[in-house]
Antibody, heavy 120, light 106 residues
Framework: QVQLQESDPGLVKPLETLSLTCTVS?????????WGWIRQPPGKGLEWVGS???????YDNPSLKSRVSLSVDTSRNRFSLRLSSVTVADTAVYYC?????????????WGQGTQVTVAS | IVLTQSPATLSLSPGERATLSCRAS??????LAWYQQKPGQAPRLLIY???NRATGIPARFSGSGSGTDFTLTINTLEPDDFALYYC?????????FGPGTKVDIK
């Protein structure tokens, strides 16, 4: 079955760039679907960050004010998120997902999530 | 699109029925999903397109509604069902989630 695994960047300093990679197994990214990122600040709800298709088509959340960069590497069957100029408000668990129908969902399956902490 | 979920917390006993509501600020047609999240775990897709159960989801979970008003019903709550539930719309960009309903044990 399809499985997704996020990288573990751990601690990121304020104003630096957060980089995350999601490695997909059990399915070839180039075969289709959008692939996305969702985050969850501690004790809070879920926020869609952005989604990318294997051809590079991107949807991202305007609330992140153009700080988001998404990319896909079909040769390594993985996709990536870069979030620039991070602040403590970007501290969250970041999940990578497959978007089962369109860029906006449905999100299934999910990776296990990776905790990202922004602190000096 | 703003999604509002009610109640924020639902306290029930095993065996009871849970009825969770999700209301959209504008019509999202049937483009609504429900997810379950347990502490320390990633969310799991339960229902998509308002009323379709995802693969492997037990029949006690059902979804209904269209337009702006949606309901997730859990018949005969089992101990494993006490969790947080989110609705999500994909009708309009940016794609949004509701704030969640916590179903806890009474």
């Amino acid at each position: 079955q399809v499985q997704l695994q996020e990288s573990d960047p751990g601690l990121v300093k304020p104003l630096e760039t957060l980089s995350l990679t999601c490695t997909v197994s059990g399915y070839s990214i180039r075969s289709g679907y959008y692939w996305g990122w969702i985050r969850q600040p501690p004790g809070k709800g879920l926020e869609w960050v952005g989604s990318i298709y294997h051809n590079g088509n991107i949807y991202d959340n305007p609330s992140l004010k153009s700080r988001v960069s998404l990319s896909v590497d079909t040769s390594r069957n993985r996709f990536s998120l870069r979030l620039s100029s991070v602040t403590v408000a970007d501290t969250a668990v970041y999940y990578c997902v497959r978007c089962a129908t369109s860029a906006g969902g449905w999100f299934d399956p999910w990776g296990q999530g990776t905790q990202v902490t922004v602190a000096s | 699109i703003v999604l509002t979920q009610s109640p924020a917390t639902l306290s029930l006993s095993p065996g009871e029925r849970a009825t969770l509501s999700c209301r959209a600020s504008e019509s999202v047609s049937a483009y609504l999903a429900w997810y379950q999240q347990k502490p320390g775990q990633a969310p799991r897709l339960l229902i998509y397109d308002a009323s379709n159960r995802a693969t492997g989801i037990p029949a006690r979970f059902s979804g209904s509604g269209s337009g702006t008003d949606f309901t997730l019903t859990i018949n005969t709550l089992e101990p494993d069902d006490f969790a947080l539930y989110y609705c999500q719309q994909r009708s309009f960009w940016p794609f949004t989630f509701g704030p969640g309903t916590k179903v806890d044990i009474k």
